[in-house]
């Protein structure tokens, strides 16, 4: 199997936000390396890079290397191919088919909703080859990394907002209830950090409200002839209540 | 900031009941923020019955099931501005190859 690749990828616990500079094997500054070990007679190989430097919750997935594909031309080994990351997630799969020159992924979601603190995922990618000429390998995702184990970090606050697509506040201990009942059995402790993210964001809530505008209106909806018989009305009826004033 | 407080309950009711529980551990939950100080017309309380459960029926979790979250309301500008920086932090990422 000329394809067969192995690739592990290890990450930091408490990665720094934001910046993220790339050697080609790994992230400088939250040391999000990969360990490549194919047998020195293997032509192929890959690197998956999974970094945290995006933010707490959510990680960039990137291919620094990918396989050459024997048997097709060179000007086809530039990505002429799909890439499928396939994630695992309590027992569920979801798939991202990517194209070809892309090489990073961002991940926050996971099944339209972001992900969350505490989670643990597999991530694992895949990719292929166009065919070219009839001299490529058989169809199918033929290259393959490993999996890798990849847990988000844990919240440490009581109730923190998500930065999501969706936002939405995510608590430590969930909410529980009593069985068949509206009485609070668990993870009340939650409520006064909500409350106190409800007022740390009350000028938010200002912007909710649409503007008005108190300038004079103009009256373009108001065709000229209707405005000048309702001021000839006005006018005739000013004129006649002096005439009736001034003889009375 | 309006938040919304979706309540869900597990598996095993009747689809009105469970929603009219939820409802209710909704607003149950919403009384206790307004306790704390939230005004009342920035939460919207909502039940969902077990449309969205987070585990599957025979999961060990899935008592789990019985819980309340929140999500920012769209409209406000708190959820614009998160929005709009996740897309572009996904598309500077998505696009660069």
């Known amino acids: ?248 | 900031m309006e938040l919304a407080v979706e309540g869900h309950v597990n598996f095993g009711q009747k689809p009105a009941s469970a929603l009219k529980l939820s409802k209710e551990r909704a607003e149950r939950v919403m009384e206790a923020l307004v306790q704390q100080g939230v005004a009342p017309s920035r939460l919207r309380a909502k039940g969902y019955g077990y449309e969205r459960p987070r585990f599957p029926r025979k999961s060990p979790f899935a008592k789990k099931n019985r819980r309340v979250e929140f999500r920012v309301l769209p409209g406000s500008g708190l959820f614009t501005r998160l929005h709009e920086e996740a897309e572009a932090r996904r598309k500077r990422i998505n696009s660069s190859s």
Request: proline share 7%; hydrophobic share 40%; net charge positive.
């Open chain 1, 1 to 248: 199997m000329l394809f067969r690749t192995q690739t592990q990828a290890k990450l930091s616990e408490y990665p720094p936000p934001d910046t993220c500079t790339y050697t080609r094997s790994s992230c400088v500054h939250c040391a999000a390396r990969t360990v490549l070990s194919p047998p020195a007679q293997r032509l192929t190989r890959a690197l998956l890079v999974l970094c945290w430097c995006s933010g707490r919750y959510r990680f960039k997935l990137e291919i620094t290397e990918t396989d050459a594909e024997p048997g097709s031309f060179r000007s086809s080994r530039r990505f002429n191919s799909s890439r499928r990351l396939q994630l695992d997630h309590l027992k569920t799969k979801e798939t991202f088919i990517l194209p070809g020159t892309q090489t990073r992924y961002f991940l926050d979601e996971y099944a339209n909703e972001p992900i969350i603190p505490g989670e643990d995922f597999n991530v694992n990618v895949k990719w292929r080859f166009k065919k070219v000429g009839g001299q490529a390998p058989s169809a199918g995702w033929i290259g393959s990394s490993k999996t890798v184990e990849v847990h988000t970090k844990d919240l440490e606050e009581p109730a923190a907002l998500l930065e999501s697509r969706v936002p939405r506040v995510h608590i430590q201990e969930i909410l529980s209830f009593k069985t068949n009942q509206a009485v609070i059995s668990g993870g009340a402790a939650a409520l006064p950090a909500i409350a106190h993210l409800m007022l740390e964001y009350v000028l938010y809530a200002e912007s909710l409200h649409a503007s008005a505008s108190f300038s004079l209106s103009p009256l373009p909806f108001l065709p000229f002839p209707f405005v000048c018989v309702i001021f000839f009305l006005f006018l005739s009826s000013f004129v006649q209540a002096f005439r009736h004033g001034a003889c009375g």
